[in-house]
């Protein structure tokens, strides 16, 4: 299992640079759009941020476009590098075209069938948005249930997005996602509990340790 930033604001980067345990950032065209920066030099930050993945959502509309997009994504983020395509036919062509050049996921999913074909075009990922699909279609966690179904034993595996609390992130991961995408103000989220804070600081109070100043 791996956890993903979802963000381009390189602040929120460095700050999770130091968290040790994000294994990649992913964007997409909106978040792009908060930062300042040009896109390239976005990106290339990014990838300077992480060890791992950095995913780049292609906007471009007709094939051709489309895999040229692409390909200058990865000449700025390199071997980082795992396409954003969206679901459709046009973007599974796509997905089969640049297979074995550049890694691709598939996003926008809301259905297994989707999903299903996600893996055979020979996609990295294929990519739920979990609370819109709550939304839009009743039940985005059982949406990620029936896409983990039906790409067992393929090598696409299932990543979550669109994640509003703890909660429905555990319920992801329970349903089959193999991967989070997050925002920062989640992955911050994830890691504290209210009795566990009091839980310490009941310790605190009323036990000792190596630090404390030896008189």
Known sequence: MSIFLDSAIIAEAEA????????????NPTLLAKTDLPV???LKRLAELTAGDVFYQVMSSEFKEMIA????AFDIIGSQTILKIPASS???QVVSYLLGEIRCSVTGIYSPAQAVIAAEAGAVHAIAYVNRASKLLGDGVGLVRDMASVVK???TEIMAASIKSPQEAVASIQAGAQHLTLPLAMLQAMTTHELSLSTFDEFN???RGILETVL
């Open 16 to 27: 999770v640079s130091e968290f040790g345990w994000v294994k990649g950032i992913t964007t």
């Open 40 to 42: 390239p030099i976005t």
């Open 69 to 72: 997009e692409g390909r200058a």
């Open 90 to 92: 046009l973007g599974f």
């Open 153 to 155: 034993g393929s090598n």
């Open 205 to 207: 109070k009323n036990g």
